[in-house]
């Protein structure tokens, strides 16, 4: 991934999980629900490191702690540990429907309650993503884009907007997809935005937007020399530089 230095709490973290594999941007292209899975729980821990300073230390202190709660809760109520990143699905089908149902309220109660901080846009995040296992994608879209909205300029607005590019990816919409991805590719604060962008260059592609797709793949090569994509998609935009060229 690129190599700058961020002193954040939540990118320093996230640079570990990047330095896990061989080739970040290969291994999240192929793996991406999973790595979004793992930056989610972490940030939820690192909610309280005091990325906003919107309301006094004590607003913050209960925002936190009412997260941490519920998210606390969530995962034991899931059979995971409070702390892990990673939740596994219940052997129980019925058992983990109700406890998703049961939770996204609750995150979503804590969302609205201290609306406008970071606290919220976190726990708007994992309501969007309980809603989409639910297969309720048009709550979980809403939550993704109020989470996205709110913490424009944050990692986890990126992080909204890739969890939307993914679903618009989903269903095919493959100009949503790159527009989503591109956003996040913007937000300087948040250390996955290599792959964000080359994912932006990809979508462009498929949605036969050749130039844009160009343009982001030229943006990429120019910001994030040292970073390489994954084999499939840098053949693929090489292919259409290449036919622009003749």
């Known amino acids: 991934m690129a190599r700058k230095k961020d002193s954040s709490h939540t990118a320093e973290t996230l640079r570990e999980l990047e330095a896990s594999g061989d080739r970040i941007a290969d291994w999240a292209s192929e793996n991406a629900a999973l790595i979004l899975g793992v930056i989610a729980g972490i940030l939820v821990i690192a ?12 607003e913050r202190e209960k925002a936190v702690n009412a997260l941490a709660e519920v998210s606390g809760n969530y995962r034991k109520a ?52 309980l809603h989409v296992e639910l297969g309720n994608e048009a709550a979980g879209i809403t939550n993704y884009e109020a989470a996205r909205d709110a913490s424009p300029e944050s990692a986890i607005g990126a992080m909204a907007s890739v969890r939307l590019a993914g679903l618009a990816e989903s269903r095919g919409d493959m100009k949503t997809a790159a527009e989503a991805f591109e956003r996040a590719a913007g937000v300087d604060a948040y250390p996955l935005r290599a792959v964000a962008l080359g994912d932006a260059a990809r979508c462009w592609a498929q949605a036969n937007e050749t130039d844009r797709a160009l343009a982001a793949y030229q943006r990429f090569e120019a910001e ?23």
């Open 78 to 129: 899931m059979g995971a540990d409070p702390l892990a990143a990673e939740i596994p699905e219940p052997a129980n089908a019925d058992l983990a429907e109700r406890t998703r149902r049961e939770y996204v309220e609750q995150f979503e109660s804590v969302g609205s309650k201290y609306a406008g901080t970071t606290v919220a846009s976190v726990a708007l995040l994992e309501a969007a993503k």
């Open 224 to 246: 994030y020399p040292d970073t390489q994509l994954a084999p499939y998609i840098e053949a693929m935009l090489a292919e259409l530089k290449a036919q622009q060229e003749v």
């Open 47 to 58: 909610a309280g490191v005091g990325m906003w300073s919107q309301h006094s230390t004590n």
